[in-house]
Every structure is written in structure tokens, then in C-alpha cells.
């Protein structure tokens, strides 16, 4: 699978009414995409953050349905969006346990690398991380996100409550540093937010 994901940050206020948007107009506009695969709203209010993904088949259908979004994006995100920045992905890894629930929490870890490396990140996360992510309680889904000529990547961990997600900090941080270790993994960057919807068809 392959995503898009879609990071602003704007006035705190005004973030709700960017959320209803996507909620509505913006969910009609993917579904109606050929490969679409599903999407997450994320949100922080404290600070003004909004995290989106859509999930697609192929690259093809991702590129293809950017034509339609770029055109809207601007009018959804209105009037809380500042600043907007859309990345490329391609799914390295995607491993779910339980259904996320409105009101989880999704711990964002931003990830840069050698682009060389790629693939040694996806199988150290794969065979590595996955595992001892599993013990977390609480845990509903983890995926890798990469992209290989940028040498970028993010690790998703979704949470079915906020509660499950902040006792788990401390129990991820040794996992999230020997992952690292093992494959050539700078972290860029390590951010929390609060699930407003969450559902993705990986089969």
C-alpha cells in the first residue's frame, strides 16, 4: 500500500471546524477515488496540529487522486490551516491487532535514514520492533511508512485510549532506541496526538 499524508498546524480554535470538513467533504472525495484504501484524522488542540493519511492500492492510485485533493485542500482546511506540508509514502509495514477507537492516541515518530538503508529499516521493524511493540497494552495497529529516495520514514503506533498511550512512553523508548541503533535510524522528531478517525482496509 502506499499514503499521503497531509501535517498543519493553524490556530487552535479553529481546528474543529477543519475536522467536521474532512470528516464529511473530505471522506466523500476519497471514497469516490479508484484504490482507495481508507484514511486517519489526527488531532492535537492544545497546540494546533492536524495530521491526516489516506491509504491507497497502488502509487498510480495515490498520484492520481492528487490532482482532486490539491484542488480542495485548501477550502477544507480553511480557516484553521497556517501552514500545510504533503508527503509521499510507501507502506513497508502495516500490522494491526484491534480496531483503533475515536479517542485513541497516535504516537508519530519521524524517522530519517540512508535511502540505501530502506530496506534494512522496514526488516528491523519488521522483525524486531513489531514484536516487543506487541507487548504494549493497549496497543491497536503499528505501520512503517518510507520513502526511499528521501530516505524519510515515520512509525505510526495507534493506541485504543489516551491513557494506554501515555503509560506506554516509557516502555517504547528503549525499543524506539535499539530499532534505531540497529538500522542506521536518525529521529527526527517525536510527536502525540488524539484519534478522531482511523480505518483502513488492509486486506
Known amino acids: 500500500m502506499f499514503v499521503r499524508t497531509v501535517y498543519s498546524t493553524g490556530d487552535p480554535t479553529n481546528i474543529d471546524t477543519a475536522v467536521r470538513a474532512?470528516?464529511?467533504?473530505?471522506r466523500d472525495l476519497l471514497e469516490e477515488r479508484p484504490g482507495y484504501r481508507g484514511a486517519g484524522v489526527f488531532v492535537d488542540h492544545r497546540l494546533?496540529?492536524?495530521f491526516a493519511v489516506s491509504?491507497?492500492?497502488?502509487?498510480?492510485?495515490?498520484?492520481?487522486?492528487?490532482?482532486?485533493?490539491?484542488?480542495?485542500?485548501?477550502?477544507?482546511?480553511?480557516?484553521?490551516a497556517g501552514t500545510v506540508a504533503v508527503d509521499n509514502y510507501e507502506v513497508a509495514v502495516f500490522h494491526a491487532i484491534q480496531h483503533p477507537r475515536v479517542g485513541g492516541g497516535l504516537r508519530l515518530t519521524r524517522l530519517e535514514f540512508d535511502p540505501?538503508?530502506?530496506?534494512?529499516?522496514?526488516?528491523?521493524?519488521r522483525a524486531t520492533e513489531v514484536p516487543r511493540l506487541e507487548s504494549l497494552a493497549g496497543l491497536a495497529r503499528t505501520s512503517l511508512f518510507v520513502d526511499r529516495e528521501r530516505g524519510?520514514?515515520?512509525?505510526?503506533?495507534?493506541?485504543?485510549?489516551?491513557?494506554?498511550?501515555?503509560?506506554?512512553?516509557?516502555?517504547?523508548?528503549?525499543?524506539?532506541?535499539?530499532?534505531?541503533?540497529?538500522?542506521?535510524v536518525t529521529v527526527t522528531a517525536l510527536e502525540e496526538f488524539e484519534v478522531v478517525y482511523a480505518d483502513v482496509r488492509a486486506d
Open 152 to 184: 524519510r520514514g515515520m512509525v505510526d503506533t495507534l493506541f485504543v485510549d489516551r491513557e494506554s498511550m501515555a503509560a506506554t512512553r516509557a516502555a517504547q523508548a528503549p525499543i524506539r532506541r535499539a530499532g534505531a541503533a540497529k538500522a542506521h
Open 55 to 80: 491509504w491507497w492500492d497502488t502509487e498510480e492510485a495515490r498520484h492520481n487522486s492528487d490532482e482532486v485533493m490539491r484542488e480542495r485542500r485548501s477550502s477544507l482546511l480553511d480557516p484553521f
Open 48 to 50: 494546533g496540529k492536524l
Open 22 to 26: 474532512l470528516n464529511t467533504q473530505g
Open 116 to 125: 540505501l538503508d530502506a530496506d534494512l529499516v522496514a526488516d528491523t521493524f
